[in-house]
T-cell receptor
Framework: DTGVSQDPRHKITKRGQNVTFRCDPISEHNRLYWYRQTLGQGPEFLTYFQNEAQLEKSRLLSDRFSAERPKGSFSTLEIQRTEQGDSAMYLC???????????????FGAGTRLSVL | AQSVAQPEDQVNVAEGNPLTVKCTYSVSGNPYLFWYVQYPNRGLQFLLKYITGDNLVKGSYGFEAEFNKSQTSFHLKKPSALVSDSALYFCAVRDASGNTGKLIFGQGTTLQVKP
């Protein structure tokens, strides 16, 4: 068990550029979550996948954001035309959810810190 | 609406003394509650959870939490604080409105343990 890994750890970009982040969950985990954390706040839910299906998106996720999880393994989060307000820590988490027992622990990666200049 | 409140931005305690980090919640139905810790430039590390059963939950690194249904609280405790416990602590509740399993977090409490 190598844990949840995220890449890159830090990303600095100019306003208007596109960025893509990657998350590799714990291998047997079927659920994958994306959260955003701004300074002084707790993480806020963005979206999640059950295997390869994206089942819910937060209203925080504007049209400029897109996430994928092809083949139910790693996931990518892309932000198009970045804005300064997108500057935050983007956290990925994964869990193993057994039917009827969605109470399992989410394990988090170290996050990708995005700075938009 | 479901929510979590951590009323203290910062808690200061001397090493060796007991510590408490407070959390209250508002949720429809049975609450599933979690505590996570975040060290600088690191992700969140799971400490403990309450699903059902005993109101006193024991977790990692000597931490425990007490679930109190009447006060809708889930305070994190440790009998003897260590300097290495200094970090940012988050209380979270699992969203009960669907089957997403998404977590709703409090704003976090910085724990400062002084030698």
């Amino acid at each position: 068990d190598t844990g949840v890994s995220q890449d890159p750890r830090h990303k600095i970009t100019k306003r208007g550029q596109n960025v893509t982040f990657r998350c590799d969950p714990i291998s047997e985990h079927n659920r994958l979550y994306w959260y955003r954390q701004t300074l002084g706040q707790g993480p806020e839910f963005l979206t999640y996948f059950q295997n390869e299906a994206q089942l819910e998106k937060s209203r925080l996720l504007s049209d400029r954001f897109s996430a994928e999880r092809p083949k139910g393994s790693f996931s990518t989060l892309e932000i198009q035309r970045t804005e300064q307000g997108d500057s935050a820590m983007y956290l990925c988490a994964s869990s193993l959810e057994v039917s009827g027992a969605s109470k399992n622990i989410q394990y988090f990666g170290a996050g990708t810190r995005l700075s938009v200049l | 609406a479901q929510s979590v409140a951590q009323p203290e931005d910062q808690v200061n305690v001397a090493e060796g003394n007991p510590l408490t980090v407070k959390c209250t919640y508002s949720v429809s139905g049975n609450p599933y509650l979690f505590w996570y810790v975040q060290y600088p430039n690191r992700g969140l590390q799971f400490l403990l959870k309450y699903i059902t059963g005993d109101n006193l939950v024991k977790g990692s690194y000597g931490f425990e939490a007490e679930f109190n249904k009447s006060q809708t609280s889930f305070h994190l405790k440790k009998p003897s604080a260590l300097v290495s416990d200094s970090a940012l602590y988050f209380c979270a509740v699992r969203d009960a409105s669907g089957n997403t399993g998404k977590l709703i977090f409090g704003q976090g409490t910085t724990l400062q343990v002084k030698p």
